[in-house]
């Protein structure tokens, strides 16, 4: 009888958990990743995964949004009345599909199809009340349900990344808008707070259009054209993946702000994707994952808790899609089930047979 194999992918979450952000029924940490079997992603395909303080967001190739965990904000999307949930719970207020989806610590941001930049949660309205003194804030930074983002002009939004009080988005044109509070210099400004998105100088990226970007809470990553990668902002748990007489020693003209300077991380360069975490990192590069930053929970992988400072192998998987919350990280791997012998083959064992982990079965 011929036997026929099947490529199909799990969701795995790992971390804390204690506001059932691993969308896995229940609220218990998990120290090792751990497959997600939530009935709303049944018969789904995860395009997108992120992780914010206590939230996550899970975004399908049909465009609709989910998300579990803490709503203490409005940081899930769907009213008041959900204080959190184990369970995945869709974002119906977003009438449009999603191409774009961030989760930063108290807020989440969405881009629809048709280029549009959605905000909810109010995990920025106290630092915008703090900054803008008399001025009133933005509604976009203390809505509890998706709220337009004005600001990029007749620009189309290409995808969406967040921070622990700050915004990035990056258009078609490969420009950068950066928005919310620049404390650590993540914002590449000297200005302390930006309520509404702002242009970065394409000059620091070397002149390069930007291809890739996502955030942590106090950092920014970003990738360009050329596959160089640069980092910016805080580094002090090694979440920027290099040594910190880089960023020391950069020279810089916005005041004393050298943290504000992108630098290259070179190990990084050709990364297929980046995802950051509060103060950690994932990466792949060359089908192989990587990861680097704080690891108070373990979630660099290692099977430590100590800090890793520069890029670092984590062996046993090879990911096809990767996510970090900020003290979790997940990763969507592939298996192969004989449809005969209903037999699971891990990658591990497929790299026998195949020259790269990415290969069509």
Not at 159 to 172: D, Q
Not at 175 to 198: C, I, V
Not at 219 to 227: E, R
Not at 272 to 288: D, F, K, M, P
Request: aromatic share 6%.
């Amino acid at each position: 009888m011929e036997t026929h194999s099947r490529l199909t992918f799990c969701l795995y979450a790992w971390g804390a958990n204690s506001y059932g952000q691993l969308g896995q029924s229940h609220v218990e940490d998990q120290c090792v990743p751990w497959l997600s079997e939530s009935s709303a992603l049944h018969d789904r395909t995860v395009r997108v995964v992120d992780g914010g303080g206590g939230h996550s967001v899970v975004l399908t190739d049909s465009g609709q949004l989910l998300a579990c965990g803490s709503n203490a904000f409005g940081q899930l999307g769907v009213g008041q009345t959900v204080t959190h949930s184990a369970e995945l719970l869709a974002v119906e207020a977003l009438k449009e599909p999603v191409v774009s989806v961030a989760a930063g610590l108290r807020h989440s941001l969405a881009v629809s199809a048709s280029g549009s930049v959605y905000q909810w949660g109010t995990g920025l309205f106290s630092h915008a009340k703090r900054a803008l003194s008399s001025h009133p804030a933005p509604s976009h930074l203390n809505s509890k349900l998706p709220c337009p983002v004005p600001g990029l002009g007749q620009r189309k939004a290409q995808l969406v990344t967040a921070g622990s009080a700050h915004c990035v988005c990056l258009t078609e044109e490969g420009e950068l808008f950066l928005w919310g509070s620049n404390k650590h210099g993540q914002l590449a400004t000297a200005e302390p707070f930006l309520p509404s998105p702002s242009l970065l100088n394409r000059s620091l990226l070397k002149g390069e259009k930007v291809t890739g970007v996502c955030s942590g809470w106090t950092h920014v990553v970003a990738q360009t054209a050329s596959g160089r990668v640069f980092t910016w902002g805080r580094g002090d748990y090694g979440q920027l993946g290099r040594s910190a007489s880089v960023s020391e020693n950069a020279e810089t003209s916005m005041g004393n702000r050298k943290d504000c300077i992108p630098v290259e991380v070179t190990s990084l360069h050709a990364a297929t994707q980046i995802v950051c975490g509060s103060e950690h990192n994932l990466a792949i590069v060359g089908g192989c994952l990587l990861s680097w930053g704080w690891n108070e929970h373990g979630m660099c992988g290692d099977g430590s808790q100590a800090d890793v400072f520069l890029p670092r192998l984590v062996s046993d998987l090879r990911p096809v899609l990767i996510g970090c919350g900020a003290g979790h990280s997940m990763a969507v791997c592939g298996v192969t089930t004989s449809l005969t012998q209903n037999s699971v083959h891990t990658w591990e064992e497929l790299e026998h047979k195949q020259s790269s982990p990415f290969t069509e079965f």
